[in-house]
């Protein structure tokens, strides 16, 4: 009776084993292709590199959940396995030591690939987190690029309007010192002036003398437009002649 006992626990534990590594085994292909990012939401790129792991990080973190939980639970009934097949009372045969073995090594399997496509995809997202820290660091990098290139275009810009206000300042300094060199001028040829005329009040031949000079010279003034009239209107009548 009591290893009718033991061989009926036997194989509603052998059965509730194979439906449980069963509903692992169909777990583990979805959570392979969610690891690997060809499955789930989110996941719409065809090249590992480029998919976005954070859409579908909470999906994951629940399959690996669910799978752990399953795992466990198959443990226990492994266990439970190798505790009935010690109660009976012939001692286990080859086969039911096989079958145990059999049952051990696969729960070894799914735990290897479990962890496995755990590994995989924390280093994938560790590589995309990185890879999204580089863009930043190569964002910011160009963004303060083109805010020295700008500033430098204002201090250049900056230094040109310096060098105009200095040019300007250096032509008003011309201006004024011609201005005062001809303000110097225009009193010293007051003051020759001012020496002919007391000159010629004293000396009244040397007042003639200039008068003289004077006339002599609106004189050939007077003579030379003539010439220049007759001969401007020679030319023109020559020209429309």
């Given at each position: 009776?009591?290893?009718?006992?033991?061989?009926?626990?036997?194989?509603?534990?052998?059965?509730?084993?194979?439906?449980?590594?069963?509903?692992?085994?169909?777990?583990?292909?979805?959570?392979?292709?969610?690891?690997?990012?060809?499955?789930?939401?989110?996941?719409?790129?065809?090249?590992?590199?480029?998919?976005?792991?954070?859409?579908?990080?909470?999906?994951?973190?629940?399959?690996?959940?669910?799978?752990?939980?399953?795992?466990?639970?198959?443990?226990?009934?492994?266990?439970?396995?190798?505790?009935?097949?010690?109660?009976?009372?012939?001692?286990?045969?080859?086969?039911?030591?096989?079958?145990?073995?059999?049952?051990?090594?696969?729960?070894?399997?799914?735990?290897?690939?479990?962890?496995?496509?755990?590994?995989?995809?924390?280093?994938?997202?560790?590589?995309?987190?990185?890879?999204?820290?580089?863009?930043?660091?190569?964002?910011?990098?160009?963004?303060?690029?083109?805010?020295?290139?700008?500033?430098?275009?204002?201090?250049?810009?900056?230094?040109?309007?310096?060098?105009?206000?200095?040019?300007?300042?250096?032509?008003?300094?011309?201006?004024?010192?011609?201005?005062?060199?001809?303000?110097?001028?225009?009193?010293?040829?007051?003051?020759?002036?001012?020496?002919?005329?007391?000159?010629?009040?004293?000396?009244?031949?040397?007042?003639?003398?200039?008068?003289r000079i004077n006339i002599r010279k609106r004189r050939d003034s007077i003579i030379l437009g003539l010439v220049i009239g007759v001969c401007t209107i020679l030319l023109l009548m020559y020209a429309f002649r």
């Open positions: 009776m009591a290893t009718s006992v033991g061989a009926n626990g036997w194989e509603d534990l052998r059965k509730q084993a194979r439906q449980l590594e069963n509903e692992i085994d169909l777990k583990l292909v979805s959570f392979s292709k969610l690891g690997t990012g060809h499955g789930g939401v989110g996941y719409k790129s065809d090249s590992p590199d480029t998919v976005p792991l954070l859409s579908g990080e909470h999906m994951f973190e629940t399959m690996a959940l669910e799978i752990e939980q399953l795992l466990a639970k198959l443990s226990v009934l492994n266990e439970r396995l190798g505790e009935v097949s010690s109660t009976q009372a012939a001692p286990p045969s080859s086969a039911l030591q096989h079958t145990l073995q059999r049952h051990r090594e696969i729960l070894q399997d799914y735990t290897q690939e479990f962890r496995k496509t755990q590994s995989n995809y924390r280093a994938r997202r560790e590589r995309e987190d990185l890879l999204n820290t580089v863009r930043k660091d190569i964002d910011n990098y160009k963004s303060s690029s083109g805010l020295n290139r700008r500033m430098d275009l204002y201090l250049k810009e900056n230094e040109h309007i310096r060098s105009s206000d200095r040019l300007l300042d250096e032509q008003i300094n011309i201006a004024v010192d011609t201005r005062d060199h001809l303000v110097s001028q225009r009193l010293t040829f007051k003051r020759l002036q001012t020496k002919i005329n007391d000159i010629s009040n004293r000396f009244p031949v040397v007042n003639s003398l200039l008068q």
